[in-house]
C-alpha cells in the first residue's frame, strides 16, 4: 500500500490555505493603516503645505536609482509667503476646483484619472513652462484660457477652456506645486523637470 507523503496530504494544504490567508489578511490591515499614516501632509515622502514657500526641484539619487524632490531656498508662490493654515486652505481650495472641475476626466495625478492628457503630478515641473522666472505667470495664464496660452506638452492635443477664475488658477497653481514636491518613488518614470538653473 502506498501512503500519500506528508508534503501532498489534501489537509495539510487545506489547513496551510487557512493559515496563509489569515496571516496575509492581518498583513494587509498593518499596511492599510501603515500606508494611511505616511500620506498625511507633514510627514517624510509628503511636505507640509507650506512647501509651496519654498524652491522645489529634482535630483537623481544614485542609490534610490531615481528622480527625488528636493526642497530649496525660499521661492514664495506668487511672492506671498503663507502661514501653514493659509497654505493648507489654498491647497485644498486648488483640490476642490480640480475635483469639482473634473480634471481628472482627462488627467491623472499620482496615475489616477484618465489617460487623454498628460499626468499632472510633476506639472509644476514640466519642461514645457521653459523657464522657473516665467512659469507661474505662464500656469495662471494657460489654466484661465488654455486655447489662447496653448504650449505644447507632447499630446498633439488641446485642453478645453474651463474657464477658471483668478482665484481658483491660482488656487491650482498652488496645489501643482505642493504635488510636485511628494515623493513619489520616482513616478512618473523617466520624468525629466524644468531646467534648473544649477
Ligand atoms: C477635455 C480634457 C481636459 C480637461 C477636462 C482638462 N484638461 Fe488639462 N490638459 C488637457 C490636454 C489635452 C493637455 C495637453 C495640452 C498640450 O499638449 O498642449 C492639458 C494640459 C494641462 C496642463 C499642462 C500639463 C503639463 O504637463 O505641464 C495642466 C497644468 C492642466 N492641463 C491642468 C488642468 C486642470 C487644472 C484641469 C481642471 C480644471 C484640466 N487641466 C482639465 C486636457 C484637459
Redesign the pocket.
Known amino acids: 500500500m502506498t501512503t500519500t507523503p506528508w508534503w501532498a496530504s489534501e489537509d495539510m494544504w487545506r489547513k496551510a490555505a487557512i493559515w496563509i490567508t489569515a496571516v496575509m489578511f492581518v498583513v494587509l490591515i498593518f499596511l492599510s493603516f501603515h500606508s494611511m499614516s505616511e500620506i498625511v501632509a507633514g510627514t517624510k515622502r509628503v511636505p507640509a503645505y507650506s512647501v509651496i514657500n519654498k524652491r522645489i526641484y529634482y535630483r537623481f539619487d544614485e542609490d534610490r536609482n531615481m528622480q527625488v524632490p528636493v526642497i530649496g531656498d525660499d521661492a514664495p508662490l506668487f511672492g506671498k509667503t503663507l502661514s501653514e493654515e493659509d497654505a493648507a486652505a489654498l491647497v485644498s481650495y486648488g483640490k476642490k ?2 475635483q469639482g ?3 481628472m ?3 491623472t495625478l499620482l496615475g489616477n484619472g484618465a489617460y ?3 499626468d ?1 503630478t510633476k ?1 509644476w515641473l ?1 519642461p ?1 513652462w521653459g523657464a522657473e522666472a516665467v512659469r507661474e505667470s505662464l ?1 495662471l495664464a ?2 484661465k484660457d ?1 486655447e489662447t496660452n ?11 477652456n ?1 474657464e ?1 477664475t483668478d482665484e481658483e488658477a491660482s488656487a ?1 497653481v498652488a496645489y ?1 506645486k505642493w504635488m510636485s514636491s511628494i515623493d513619489t518613488n520616482g513616478f512618473p518614470y523617466n520624468f525629466k523637470a524644468l531646467p534648473q538653473g544649477e
Open positions: 476646483v480640480i472641475r473634473n480634471c476626466n482627462c488627467h487623454y492628457a498628460p499632472l506639472a514640466d514645457a500656469m494657460f489654466l488654455p496653448a504650449r505644447t506638452f507632447g499630446t498633439g492635443r488641446k485642453m478645453a474651463l477658471l491650482v501643482l
